[in-house]
């Protein structure tokens, strides 16, 4: 096939660059939005067309979520209107959307079939992108993701590492309850999802296994990497948030792992080796 990965420069994108060689059998075109804005499309259509892709997918995201609050038209440009674009264009998708579609007030994981109640800009405009997917290209696959990291770009895990060098205590939320996702692990799923026998369209959740807060990911990430800094935690309502956070966002991964035969491996295993790259 002919293959098109948008936003080939953030953390994903550049998990799925580094993958392809693996899968060499295909035809790649890594695009960012100095290649192709997605935001335009007949930019789109005429690059499907110019290149015969078959299949695209969709890495590119606004995912500043405080900004998102302040500049929702932006974020639905991006998260909404590029996306339906992707989709308008005759060929497979495979888009990539966010535990913020769900309220975050739930006590056990969501399933894909769970009601959504998104409760931020960020949040609206990653449903209306699954919705105005679903609406022109039924289809489509999208996998639902949490706490992403990478060695790439700006995440958690690179931020926890430079403020536990340079400070002697970090003060880090003990009450949002989520699961990290190291972004190779998700490139692999896709891409099993890619090569998998038969095209299976619908939503699936993708995180790493196991549970933790945002507290417990950073005591984790410091412990591993030999670093010695002092993790207090604290609650929420301590942290002067510009948005609200949800307080549980653990994804059920049943259907993903049933449908492409995957093995996801727990979260503290992924951090090891994103920290190798790093």
């Not at 969709?58 to 590029?82: F, G, K, P, S, W």
């Not at 949800?246 to 727990?266: E, M, N, R, W």
């Amino acid at each position: 096939m002919k293959i098109l990965i948008t936003g080939c420069n953030g953390q994903l994108g550049t998990e799925m660059r580094n993958l392809s060689a693996q899968h060499p059998q295909h035809t790649y075109f890594f695009t960012d939005v100095q290649e192709l804005d997605i935001t335009c499309r007949e930019a789109v259509q005429d690059f499907v067309q110019a290149n015969g892709i078959d299949l695209i997918v969709n890495c590119a995201a606004y995912t500043n979520v405080d900004r998102a609050e302040e500049d929702e038209t932006t974020a639905l440009r991006i998260n909404a209107e590029a996306v339906e674009n992707l989709g308008a264009v005759g060929c497979k998708v495979i888009h990539v959307s966010t535990d913020y579609v769900f309220s975050g007030d739930e006590h056990v994981p969501c399933r894909e079939d769970d009601p959504v109640a998104p409760r931020t800009a960020y949040g609206r405009t990653k449903y209306e992108g699954e919705q105005r997917l679903l609406a022109v290209n039924p289809t489509a696959i999208i996998f639902r993701t949490a706490w992403l990291y990478s060695p790439y770009s700006n995440n958690f895990v690179k931020t926890m590492l430079k403020y536990g060098k340079e400070k002697d205590e970090l003060r880090v939320v003990y009450d949002q309850i989520g699961t990290p996702t190291y972004a190779q692990d998700l490139a692999t799923a896709i891409y099993a999802a890619i090569e998998a026998p038969e095209w299976h369209s619908g939503i699936y959740h993708f995180t790493n296994e196991g549970v933790c807060s945002w507290f417990d990911f950073t005591v984790e990430i410091l412990r591993q990497a030999g670093v010695t800094c002092k993790v207090t935690p604290i609650l929420s309502s301590e942290y002067q948030y510009k948005t609200p956070r949800p307080h549980y966002s653990v994804l059920d991964k049943a259907k993903v792992k049933a449908t492409f035969g995957i093995s996801i491996p727990y979260w503290t295993d992924s951090l090891a080796q994103c920290l190798k790259q790093l």
